[in-house]
C-alpha cells in the first residue's frame, strides 16, 4: 500500500487548504480542516473516476491501486485544531516543554524550532501508543 503524504496549512483568514505533496493539484480548502481533508479526497476521486488517467495532465500510478493518505500538520494548526482535546498545558508535560511556550506555539506567537517540533510529535506518538494499548 502506497503512502501519500498531504500537508494541511491554516492560512492567515483562519481557513484551511490542504495538497498532495506529490500532485499538488489534489487539494482542497475549507473553514475546517474536515472540509478541506473532503474537498481534495473529492478532488483526487475525479481526478480517478471523472476524468481518468487519459485525460488528466497529472495522473500518479498509485491512484489505480491501494493508498492511504498521511497528513502533515504544522504545530499552530495542530494544536488549535486539537485545542478542545488537548490543551498546551498537558501536551507541553508529556513533551517537556514550558506550557507558556506550547500556548505561544499554539497562538503564532512563536515557531518551534526543529527539535521542539521532534519532542512534540515524539510525545503524541508515545501517548497515542500508549492509549492503543490501553483498555479498560
Sequence with gaps: ???????????????????????????GMGDTIDQAKAEMLETIRLTKEEIGRE??????????????????????????????????TALGKIAGINPKQMWNYMHGVAKPRKAQVDKIESALHKLGNELIHTSF
Excluded at 503512502?3 to 483568514?13: F, G, L, N, S
Excluded at 488528466?56 to 500510478?61: E, G, I, L, R
Design 55 to 88: 485525460a488528466a495532465a497529472v495522473y500518479p500510478d498509485w491512484l489505480d491501486g491501494e493508498y492511504e493518505i498521511e497528513y502533515k500538520y504544522d504545530v499552530q494548526g495542530f494544536l488549535e485544531y486539537y485545542a478542545g482535546v488537548i490543551t498546551p
Design 1 to 27: 500500500m502506497e503512502r501519500i503524504k498531504a500537508i494541511i496549512d491554516r492560512a492567515t483568514d483562519g481557513t484551511y487548504s490542504v495538497y498532495c505533496e506529490e500532485v499538488p493539484s489534489f487539494f
